[in-house]
């Protein structure tokens, strides 16, 4: 069992910056893949961001240039830096775990982020 923690939403003027962060603990041991998804108001889940311990960082067409990921193993933390924000980055963001050999995936109970003047 993993449990994420998500913080740092909140409402931000367009082209303004936030960080989102989400704390893992559980069997932190069993995670080999750490992601962002993103869930407007009528819309369906979007994956925004992925980090895995074997491949380069992943982000969607939508956010490439403005998003970076990071991933801090020894704190068991992954980090979403958001530049340039627009209105439609307006969503709940979700953290997500995804563990070894079972490829289950885990989340957390997301963070709303408002991007509005």
């Known amino acids: 069992q993993v449990q994420l923690v998500e913080s740092g939403g909140g409402l931000v003027q367009p082209g303004g910056s936030l960080r989102l962060s989400c704390v893992a603990s559980?069997?932190?041991?069993?995670?080999?893949?750490m992601s962002w998804y993103r869930q407007a108001p009528g819309e369906e889940r979007e994956l925004v961001a992925s980090?895995?311990?074997?491949?380069?960082?992943y982000f969607s067409d939508s956010v490439k240039g403005r998003f970076t990921i990071s991933r801090d193993d020894d704190k068991n933390t992954v980090s979403l830096q958001m530049n340039s924000l627009i209105p439609e980055d307006t969503a709940v963001y979700y953290c997500?775990?995804?563990?070894?050999?079972?490829?289950?995936?885990?989340w957390g109970k997301g963070t709303l982020v408002t991007v509005s003047s």
């Open positions: 997500n775990a995804r563990v070894q050999p079972s490829h289950m995936d885990y």
């Open positions: 980090i895995s311990s074997t491949t380069g960082p």
């Open positions: 559980g069997d932190v041991s069993s995670i080999y893949a």
